[in-house]
């Protein structure tokens, strides 16, 4: 092979490599309180019944669940059936949105992207009195242990944001 060969072959495979691009959501999170709730006294949680029509499979809502409990836990807030403070209400949005990364021939340019919602609602006036909302990528080919990572990662970026910095 020539010169010219090797360098144009060199030069391809730098350029097609650099065109693999990942598909990034931005990780920031929208949240919300209301500034008259003393979050200090909030020591006991519950989940909410959930819609059926809520759009998260029963094995992803399990993992949402858990990384709920094990966020909440280490912020020394612990779940009660038992009257609690407030209850934690779980919602799921789906959308496909379409891509300008190349992600190999076999790839469609429309990746599906999901948003998890946090309603904390005050059992008594069944008011919201927190919220937290953030995005990720959603991939049906993702393994278990995968999934199970990016559903802590975005619980726990919600739940930063959980009790406010105010109160």
Known sequence: ?????????????????GCAATIEIPKTVNWDYNVNVDFSNL?????????????????MMERIKTAIHTVLQAKNVQR????????????????????????GFDSDLIVEKGKLILQFVDPGTNRV???????????????????????????????????????
């Not at 092979?1 to 490599?17: C, E, N, T, Y």
């Open 129 to 167: 009195i927190w919220w937290g909302e953030t995005r990720t990528i959603l991939d049906p080919n993702r393994n278990p242990t995968v999934e199970t990572q990016t559903v802590n990662d975005v619980v726990h970026r919600i739940l930063t944001k959980f009790p406010p910095v105010s109160s």
């Open 1 to 17: 092979m020539s010169g010219f060969k090797k360098i144009l072959v060199l030069g391809l495979v730098v350029i097609l490599s």
């Open 43 to 59: 020591r006991t949680y519950d989940l909410s019944a959930i819609p059926t029509t809520v759009g998260i499979e029963y094995l």
């Open 80 to 103: 009660s059936t038992q009257n609690p403070d407030f209850l934690v209400q779980i919602y799921g949005v789906r959308s496909k949105i379409f891509t300008t990364a190349w992600r």
